[in-house]
């Protein structure tokens, strides 16, 4: 989470939808006031909208008087992003509970991550004032930055990329493509994702 005082904004992050690319974008900037943290009680990283504004609430912040900015994906290109992530700091990091006989599992990743409209609903509403994509986030950052003043526009310094030895679509069996539909309707018909885009 991203919060700027000066500029009122607040960037809800959803993992592995390009979170270190933003941080690593506006905090030279001087803009951001709030980093969220991981690990953290008060405006957690990956922190809901909800959380944000109990936090809000408790400092005597004016909630509404901030612009709400997120960015979501291809939730079965999310999943494979979780996979490759944790597979680049596996010999870091205990990802045990991912794991089905000694390796990581697709199928567990997809069920203990929460899907993307767990972070921008509020009561079943949505209460962000600009939902980017990452397919189109350069525009949509743009479009972003003018709304709460950030001249000029800086370049998105894309951060975490992971890489790929086979197409997304190769990770997937039809039962996995089915769970990741279910899970991720919300986004799914919203945005028009498809599996196979």
């Known amino acids: 989470m991203l919060i700027s005082h000066s500029h009122k904004f607040i960037k809800i992050d959803i ?8 941080i690593k974008t506006l905090l030279p900037l001087g803009v951001i006031d709030v980093l969220g943290r991981p690990n953290t009680g008060a405006f957690y990283q990956h922190g809901t909208i909800s959380d944000c504004e109990v936090e809000f609430k408790e400092k005597g912040w004016d909630f ?7 960015v979501v994906r291809n939730p ?3 999943y494979v992003s979780f996979l490759k992530w944790m597979e680049s700091l596996e010999n870091e990091r205990d990802f045990s509970a991912f794991k089905k006989n ?11 991550n929460r899907p993307q409209d767990f972070y921008l609903l509020k009561n079943n509403e ?3 004032d600009l939902i980017g994509q990452l397919e189109s ?11 709460v003043g950030v001249l000029p526009i800086p370049d998105l310094k894309h951060s975490n990329k992971n890489s790929y030895e086979k197409p997304y679509t190769e990770y ?6 089915d ?19």
């Open 15 to 22: 993992p592995k939808v390009g979170t270190k690319t933003f």
């Open 64 to 70: 509404d008087d901030y612009f709400k900015f997120s």
């Open 76 to 78: 079965w290109k999310r």
């Open 102 to 112: 000694g390796k990581l599992d697709l199928r567990l990743i997809i069920t203990k």
């Open 126 to 128: 949505v209460d962000i």
């Open 137 to 147: 986030v350069y525009k949509d950052f743009a479009t972003f930055c003018e709304e």
């Open 172 to 177: 997937y069996t039809q039962e996995l493509i």
């Open 179 to 197: 769970m990741v539909a279910e899970k991720e309707r919300w986004v799914i018909d919203r945005f028009g994702y498809n599996f196979a885009e």
